[in-house]
Every structure is written in C-alpha cells, then in structure tokens.
C-alpha cells in the first residue's frame, strides 16, 4: 500500500485542565440552581422578539473562548425557563427532579454510553433488565414473562404501548380495529393513535361519569354496538390518575371487560401510577396489575430529570414480536435471547442510558425515602382540600386525588353569574402568574373555569400553599371592587 499521510487537526478536544476548570464551573451552577431556585420567582416570560434579540445569529465559523459561552449560556439561557421543581410550581405535571438522577445524566453524556444492544453495552443492558424488574414487580407484573422499556416519556411509552397491542391483536389488517378511551385520558394516546394510521372512525371517546371516571355503561353500550357491526373492538385506554384531576379509572372492572370481550388493556400511569409506592395510594390503583401495557413516566411523580418514561407489559415476547427486525448490518451483533437488545423491544436503536438516573436515585436514596415523599404529596393535597373547604371564599370543584385539587374562587353570598365567576378565576390565574409567584393556571372541569394545582413536590410546604391562597384572593378582592 501507498504511503498516505493525512493529519487531523480538528479533534474537538480541549486541554485536561481546561476540561476540569469548565467542568467544576457546570457543577458549581448546578448545585448553587439546587440550593437557590426556592428563592427565585418560578415563572419566566420572554417574546420570540427578545428571544431573537439574545440568541438569533449566523453560526459562527470562528471558536469563542469557551468559558466565555458556558457564562453566557448560564446567564441568559438557563434563566429563561420556568422553574418546574420550584416549590410554588403547580401546574401542569411539575418536574421535581433530584441531584442524584442529574449527576447521572451527566455521567451517562459524559461517557456516551449506547444502550441499544447487548453487545455495546452489557452492563447498560444488564442494568434496565433489573430495574424494569424492579418496576414489574413494584406494579404486580409477572416478573419472568413479563417485560419493559425507558423511553423519552409517557407519550414514547403510550406510542411503544399501541404498536404493541396492535401487532398482538390485530396482526397486519387493522382496518376493523376500534380503540376505547375516555374523554379524560391523556392527548399523547390520541396522538399516538393518529400516528399509527388509524382512521377518526377507529377511535371511540367514551364520555365520563359526573366523577371524571370511565363510564361502564358507555362503554359496553359502545363495545356491543361495534361487535354489531362488524367491527373489531381491541383496545382500550384506561387511566390510571388523569392529569386534570388525578382520577382513577375503575380499573378492576374495566380489566374484566377487556378479558371477557378480548380486548387489548392498555392503561396509562403516566401521571399516577407511582402513587402505588404509597400506602395512601396503593389501594386506589387496584386493579393496574391487570394491565397487558402499562404507561409510567419516572420524570413526572418518580422525580427524574427529563427524559425518561416507560412502558410495561405482561410478556416481554411481545415487545419482541412488535419491534424485531433483523437488518444485515445488525447480523454481527445478535446475541442470545435472554441477552437483550432493547433496539428489539422498542421504537429508538441508539438510546441514551436511562435506567442509570433511575438506578442511582434508588440505590442512594432508598425506596422508602420515595415512598415518603410520595405519601407526603397525597397528604399535602389533601391538606390544602380540607384548608379550601374551611374557607368561606373558596370551592372545591374536584377533591384532592393523587396529589392534584382543583378548586375555584366562589365566596359565600356573592351574585356573580357562572359567565363571571370562570371571568373571575381565569383573572386569579393571570394575575398570579404575571406576578411570577407561583406557576397557577386553569383548567376547565363540567364546564367551569377552575384552578388546578398538582401538588407532586416534596419540597413544597403548606406555608408555600397558604402564600399562594393569600395571593389569589388578594387579586380576587381587587377585581370584585372594580
Ligand atoms: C404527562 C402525561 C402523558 C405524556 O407524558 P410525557 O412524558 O409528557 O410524554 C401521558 N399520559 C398522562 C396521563 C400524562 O399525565
């Protein structure tokens, strides 16, 4: 052979020193985010405008000293962001994160680990098989047969969740296949529905009863109809503490449904489901170890940093059936069944390792001091219904269920008309938010406009809530004497 030569002078490496100095200065920010951000305000705003003012440029050909854009990514970046794990951050689904998980993540970056197949990476491999069975068993699965995966999040989880039952249930031909859910689940399984080709006709939105829960009725009424017709009934969606109210579906008396009509029992946790940590919430969810596919989403109530969901199923040969194929630059890497590729089990082949966050946050802090915190979360909502109900200024719309309340601004003796009080609340919410104490808007329940807070947050103390109380009925006097 020819004698070639060629040098590489662009290596993308900076000095050991260098690494080390920029390294301590990330850390450094990120701990002092942990110990300050109770004392920052958690709502930010900015316009697309300002946003292009501070960030819109050509992509500079000429290097920049890199400490140089580290602070100015922490000065201008990393403070235009809510605050999702700030104590008085209540809507949505808040992001209380942990430390552990967050240095996890960055060890998982920082050694680029490829969780896709056995061969990368058997450890990795090795390492979501026993926290998948940490979970099957948390959740009452099978924990031989039984399977799982981490994905993004409860949307991944909800999409791997529908592939699977569709390819159990329907094979190839899914043009008769009708799928059931309830007018509270989640948008991500509409979404996930419509990604997977099914026609609107496909999809029955099955209203809910005056509790937010799954009409038993409905449904049947629902299921004969399409078996008249000539339909294939072969999924249903349940959900196991919906976002809006943290309601549970009746998930025993669905499960049965399903057996006897033969229907695919998908249900999604992914707002919920860590309440069966909880003695407070285990006995609510009944009935979850009767799912084929369960959602959960350990970003959300399990305190992990963004992103990791996960979905899991009675039988792993399922996962396997539905996401296996076998492409000829894949050959040399097949392994043995019970070595695992999780790029067979799941929509993504080169995956970031999740399970480390999830591993490490356990193995340091104990379930236990999960489950405490969990509980907690149960009773803090609790406490602020019955604090609601004391006073004569406020109403509970939806009482506290798995950490979640909502409620709205309704005083005793007052002549406003429904039109004015939903005026009123949404006033509240708008006002509070743009205020930036406290992250506080609304939903809409039978109707009415209402207040919703989600109450996930170990770190939020009741002192917080009444903080917050105060502040809604300040802005709330001041519209009522206009
Ligand atoms: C949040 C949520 C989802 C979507 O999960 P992501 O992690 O945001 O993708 C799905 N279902 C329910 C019930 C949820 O609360």
Redesign the pocket.
């Known amino acids: 052979m020819k004698d070639v030569k060629i040098q590489n002078e662009a290596t993308l490496e900076l000095s050991q020193e260098d690494m080390k100095s920029y390294g301590y200065e990330v850390v450094d920010a990120i701990v002092e985010h942990f110990v300050t951000q109770n004392d920052k305000l958690p709502v930010v705003s900015g316009s697309r405008s300002e946003m292009e003012k501070l960030f819109l440029e050509e992509a500079p050909e000429e290097p920049t000293d890199p400490k140089q854009v580290l602070n100015f990514v922490l000065d201008k970046v990393m403070t235009k962001s809510n605050i999702v794990s700030h104590p008085k951050s209540y809507s949505f689904?808040p992001g209380p994160s942990n430390y552990i998980s967050a240095m996890a993540d960055s060890l998982t970056a920082g050694f680029n680990i490829f969780s896709g197949g056995w061969q990368a990476s058997p450890a990795a491999a090795e390492m979501e098989i026993v926290t998948m069975n940490w979970l099957l068993k948390m959740f009452g699965f099978p924990q031989k047969k039984g399977g799982g995966i981490f994905t993004?999040?409860?949307?991944?989880?909800?999409l791997t969740g529908l592939v699977t039952a569709r390819t159990v249930k329907c094979g190839d031909d899914f043009s008769k296949a009708i799928i059931y859910l309830s007018d509270q689940?989640?948008s991500?399984?509409i979404k996930a529905i419509r990604i997977l080709g099914f026609k609107k006709e496909q999809i029955r939105i099955i209203p809910t009863d005056n509790e937010f829960k799954f009409s038993l009725n409905k449904l049947k009424n629902a299921i004969a109809k399409d078996r008249l017709e000539g339909l294939q009934p072969f999924c249903l969606i349940a959900?196991a503490?919906?976002?809006n109210t943290g309601t549970i579906d009746p998930l025993s008396d669905l499960a049965k449904i399903c057996k006897k009509e033969d229907i695919w029992f998908h249900i999604?946790?992914?707002?919920?489901g860590f309440a069966i940590l909880s003695e407070d919430g285990k006995p609510l969810l009944k009935g979850i170890e009767k799912a084929d596919s369960l959602?959960i989403?350990p970003?959300?109530w399990f305190y992990q940093p963004y992103?990791i969901?996960c979905l899991l199923v009675k039988r792993h040969k399922w996962l396997s059936g539905a996401f296996t194929e076998r492409p000829e630059y894949l050959r040399d890497i097949e392994g043995n069944t019970s070595e695992i590729n999780f790029y067979d089990h799941g929509i993504e082949l080169t995956r970031r390792f999740r399970a480390l966050k999830f591993y490490m946050s356990i193995k340091t802090f104990g379930l236990t001091e999960f489950r405490k915190a969990i509980t907690y979360n149960i009773k803090l909502a609790e406490a602020t219904e019955s604090l609601l109900r004391k006073s004569p200024n406020w109403e509970v719309i939806s009482p506290a269920t798995l950490a979640v309340v909502n409620f709205r601004y309704n005083p005793i003796g007052n002549q406003l008309s429904e039109k004015e009080l939903d005026e009123l609340n949404q006033y509240i919410s708008h006002e509070v938010v743009n205020s930036k104490e406290a992250l506080l808007v609304t939903t809409v329940l039978n109707k009415q406009v209402v207040l919703r807070m989600c109450l996930i947050n170990p770190r939020t103390t009741m002192d917080d809530i009444i903080d917050t109380m105060n502040l809604c009925e300040k802005f709330a006097k001041e519209k009522m004497t206009v």
């Open positions: 689904v993004s999040g409860g949307s991944m989880a909800n689940a989640h991500s399984n959900t503490g919906t976002t999604d946790g992914a707002y919920g959602t989403d970003h959300k992103e969901g």
